[in-house]
DNA sequence: CTCCGGGATGTTATATTGTTGCGCCAAGGG
DNA sequence: CCCTTGGCGCAACAATATAACATCCCGGAG
């Protein structure tokens, strides 16, 4: 395990700790997987990687991302179908994803936006904000090709 | 009918004709579908009301709003899995969507993004914008209950 | 006119994604 | 001890989406 999903690991634990949530063996196995990959990763991608053998039935997965989700330590990329850790772990609200639909990097960005209002006084509970595009690593990358 | 479905309709068959494309039958059917509904409608709801007897399958319907969608006249909203029509039918790329989670209507503002830079020198070609929440008569009805 | 080619649609099957319902078990409070 | 509660295993299923191939129709080339 490198370092960085490690510390990861062990700020969720202390996060959950002080909230009462139990970050159980299964929600923490998905995290570690989540954090270790570099891309998105789909449920049933997680499910295989979480018993080889086959074992594991989608409900545990799902539910293991949903704790997590709420929890605020992953994020569902929604036009995607996936999952990415979410990596400032402070988890306040909604985040503003940036997608690199070359390598898959996953660049993330936090605006407080619940409560605010939206034209005519539309009332913002929950916002789902992703960008697809080039990391500057990409763009600069296939700009010289 | 209701006026303002026919007229959208006409204009969206002008927009086509001006593009080259053809807004055909099927198409034209699924779009009316979509603007006469007051929220966003799922696909297997538009494979069921263009054929009552269940004759149409899916590729029909995943079709039409493939071409709809690239042809800028609907919209699909990510986080729903649902569709709905494009109100402003000049489609200039990325649109932002408030839903209201109580009536399901919903409100579409126009943000030119594509293009533009994101941290880091990310290059965003396409964003999804969907903002949940209520809009201002469901709110307001909620406050006086 | 005939033939050909491309786009649109029909048809069948299948892949992918997500949920429901039930039961077991272990931890904790009375 | 008993009972509740939350987490998990398990089986089945529901919902969403696509692949692959056949057919039809129309418009242009010969």
Known sequence: MTEHVSLALSAAERSCRSKGLALTPVRKRVLQLLLESQAPVKAYDLLAALKPGGGAQPPTVYRALDFL?????????????????????????????????????????????SGEAGPGGFLISRSVIEHYGRCSDCASAQASA
């Open 69 to 113: 989700t709420r929890a605020g330590l992953v994020h569902r990329i929604e036009a995607l179908n996936a999952y990415t850790a979410c990596l400032h772990a402070d988890g306040h609200g909604s985040a503003e994803l940036y997608i690199c639909e070359d390598c898959g990097q996953v660049e993330e960005r936090h605006r407080k936006i």
